[in-house]
């Protein structure tokens, strides 16, 4: 089923062509989508991809597709994710790149073998890995760089956060290094020190890391038990025994390789923290039921100014960290790849999948696994980050929410940020690009505010869920929605899924010059919003398609099915498209099987018999 629904199209021909009509019903055609969203000022994070999304809305499923393609095709490999990752930053990456560095590694195996060339290849990897790292932040200066260090985990803190003064310089404090008195509590440095980063040498060292985690892993049955240096890099290999790596453990190897057990990880395992601890840094588990149960921030999988991996090849697993942690790219890159099992992940925010000025790359390799975080998480990033979660098969749950309220909004419910979600900084600085990519099973995703294929200021959100019933729920500006210049999809294509949003914007729906996508290519589905449902909000696009099964719609206001409102004298355009199956709509208005619709400016709802 998987391997046919890849190569399904969002849009094939009778779906875009049924888009074409709608349009030419209420007197437009696609280019017509293309009227300028460019309203804030230009900042230096603007990526193309967004600024082509925003520009041809058309384009947005087209685009999805890609991305589930390449990631698809790279299945379990970090390095082809993040050259994928990297390439959406806008960082100049061509596969020559990694070609050339392959063929350097190589070299560097010459007259060794066995596990000894794998160790060459490590070295060889790493050494120049961390000489790009180095590259990356040359312009910088030392105290610069301590000022990065100093505000980076209290980003993504809430306001009324009891650890924000705990967060900001906690790592300087850890690794004993002077914490300058005299910093102010501004954090807009931060976007003024990252346009001197140089974001192509970050890449290659990214690439060059994750080449030799793969490397290794190939040669690690083969490693005898032992610690062992591969240059500057120090290795420690365990056996099939059930271990415990503590925190002193994991602070002192660069490279724990466990071949077997149930084993349990303290500390900062497959963490990095550049300019402070080890700038490079990886956990390879082989198999066993394992717990990595990290203390610290930035771990299991996570780079703050350099690169970190954790790869489980099999096994029940156990993930339980704080904040920073999970696949987490912070001026940096980070990976964490769960091969097989039924896996638990509890975390923090910043989390399964995040990343700012840098990339993530979450895998899942199958099982019924559970996510749980507070928030920025399951596919979050912001500004020069691109986040990817790819889940392969199993009946999952993903639920991000539960600990900070969005006040004043809403009061009494949990902000998610979360499952394909993507925020620039308003108005100072551009978003990044999120993808959540899952296959198989019958999947639950909850995330109360901003959540499921969402975007939020010049970003862009993608959720694909490509078979399973599943079910959708939120409370607001969630599934396949834009918010304020920006661009939102979610993309199911298989299955009898139900979609609740207590509010709008939600379900193919655009908001002040943004755009919104829903599209469900088949399966008797259910649709619950206040406020949705392919709406064209405050000039912006909105687009809602279901193509094959027999539905219900319920919707809890008279705006919906087919909207688009009147702002700032400019409309929008909100299209609702049922393709077949025979449909409930609410009472009392005037959607019905077999007949069109038309509302607001350039709204339009068509149920084609």
């Keep these: 089923m998987t391997l046919l629904l890849l190569s399904q199209f969002l849009l094939d021909t009778a779906e875009t062509s049924a888009i074409i009509q709608a349009l030419a019903y209420i007197n437009l055609a696609p280019e017509d989508l293309s009227y300028n969203k460019d309203w804030a000022d230009r900042d230096s994070f603007r990526l193309k991809t967004v600024d082509r999304l925003m520009a041809k809305p058309m384009d947005v499923p087209h685009f999805a597709d890609s991305c589930r393609a390449e990631i698809a095709r790279s299945t379990g490999n970090p390095t082809s994710t993040m050259f994928l990752g990297f390439s959406l930053l806008d960082v100049g990456l061509s596969p020559k790149d990694t070609n050339e560095m392959r ?190 149960l990290a203390e610290d921030f930035v771990s299991l999988g996570a780079g703050l100014m350099g690169y970190g991996a954790l ?57 019924d696994d559970v996510m749980r975080a507070f928030s920025c998480a399951q596919a979050f990033s912001s500004v020069k980050g691109c986040a990817i979660l790819d889940e392969v098969g199993g009946d999952d749950v993903y639920y991000a929410g539960g600990e900070y309220l969005h006040k004043p909004l809403l009061e009494h419910n949990y902000r998610a940020f979360a499952q394909g979600y993507s925020i620039g900084i308003r108005p100072r600085a551009s978003g990044g690009i999120s993808v959540l990519l899952d296959r198989e099973g019958n999947d639950l995703y909850q995330g109360e505010v901003y959540a499921q294929g969402c975007s939020y200021w010049y970003s862009a959100g993608i959720l694909l869920d490509l078979s399973g019933d599943d079910f959708y729920s939120a409370v607001q500006y969630a599934q396949g929605s834009g918010i304020h210049l920006s661009v939102g999809l979610l993309g199911d294509y298989s299955g009898s899924d139900h979609y609740y949003s207590r509010y709008g914007p939600s379900q193919g729906e655009g908001h002040d010059l943004a755009v919104g996508w829903l599209i469900d ?17 405050t000039n912006s696009v909105g687009i809602f398609v279901d193509s094959d099964g027999d539905d219900t719609y319920s919707a809890r206001e008279d705006i919906g099915l087919g909207d ?21 709509y609410p009472a009392g208005t005037p959607c019905r099987n077999g007949r069109a619709w038309t509302r607001g400016m350039w709204g339009l709802g068509w149920d084609r018999q």
Aim: aromatic fraction near 12%; include cysteine; proline fraction near 2%.
């Design 103 to 292: 063929k350097r590694f190589e070299k560097a195996m010459a007259g060794k073998k066995g596990w000894e060339a794998g160790l060459a290849y490590l070295r060889a990897s790493w050494d120049e890995a961390d000489a790009h790292r180095q590259k990356a932040f040359s312009r910088l200066s030392r105290p610069q760089i301590d000022t990065l260090l100093y505000y980076s985990l209290s980003l993504w803190a809430d306001e009324g956060d009891t650890l924000l003064d705990t967060l900001r310089g906690c790592l300087l404090r850890e690794f004993g290094f002077p914490v300058d008195t005299a910093w102010c509590d501004d954090s807009s440095r931060i976007l003024e020190l990252a346009a001197l980063v140089d974001w192509r040498e970050l890449a290659l060292g990214a690439l060059a890391f994750s080449m030799g985690v793969e490397e290794i892993t190939m040669f690690s049955q083969g490693i005898p038990e032992g610690s062992y240096s591969a240059g500057q890099w120090r290795v420690l290999v365990k056996g099939e025994g059930d271990d415990v790596h503590p925190a002193e453990t994991t602070a002192l190897y660069h490279l724990i390789l466990d071949k077997g057990g149930s084993d349990a990880y303290y500390g900062r395992p497959g963490g990095s923290v550049g300019f402070l601890g080890r700038p490079l840094s990886a956990v390879i588990d082989l198999c066993g039921n394992d717990a990595y």
């Design 311 to 367: 790869v489980d090849l099999s096994g029940d697993d156990l993930y339980r960290a704080p904040h920073y942690t999970m696949g987490m790219g912070l001026f940096g890159a980070g990976f964490l790849s769960d091969k097989a099992g039924d896996d638990l992940y509890y975390s923090g925010f910043f989390a399964q999948s995040a990343a700012m000025f840098g990339v993530s790359y979450m895998h899942e390799g199958g099982g």
């Design 521 to 537: 290519k088949r399966g008797n589905d259910n649709y619950q919003v206040s406020g949705g449902l392919g709406i064209g909000l």
């Design 564 to 584: 688009a409102n009147r702002a700032r004298d400019a409309g929008g355009v909100g299209i609702f498209l049922d393709l077949s199956g025979k449909d409930n």
